[in-house]
């Protein structure tokens, strides 16, 4: 089973940009789809981005459109989450996660998990 692991969170100003990504370990990401939530405390788990096994189809979340950017390097074993213009509201845990299934859009049910990155945004 594959494992996965986020990078690239951090600290950015309200404005600014960050690049997150989610590399598979033990295998590739090859024919799985990926989808990118984010939790803050108190809120359950949000869909943020998600693209299908092949990189064709693309989900994202009303909040994120045209800001937020999915992409997927198969040779590289990744998956990116560009983040642009980004807000305070922005700021959370941000997960990424497998579809066996290879669909990727919001109503699927994705597993296995990574073990998150931290995004804050300051004002």
């Known amino acids: 089973q594959v494992q996965l692991v986020e990078s690239g969170g951090g600290l950015v100003q309200a404005g600014g940009s960050l690049r997150l990504s989610c590399r598979g370990s033990?295998?590739?990401?090859?024919?799985?789809?990926v989808g990118w939530f984010r939790q803050t405390p108190g809120k359950g788990r949000e869909f943020v981005a998600g693209?299908?096994?092949?990189?064709?189809?693309?989900y994202y979340a009303d909040s994120v459109k045209g800001r937020f950017s999915i992409w997927r390097d198969d040779k590289a074993k990744l998956v990116y989450l560009q983040m642009n213009s980004l807000k305070p509201d922005d700021a959370a845990v941000y997960y990424c996660a497998a579809d066996p299934t290879g669909v990727g859009n919001p109503g699927t049910d994705f597993g296995p998990w990574g073990q998150g990155t931290q995004v804050t945004v300051s004002s």
């Open positions: 033990g295998r590739t990401l090859m024919g799985y789809a």
């Open positions: 693209i299908n096994w092949s990189g064709a189809s693309t």
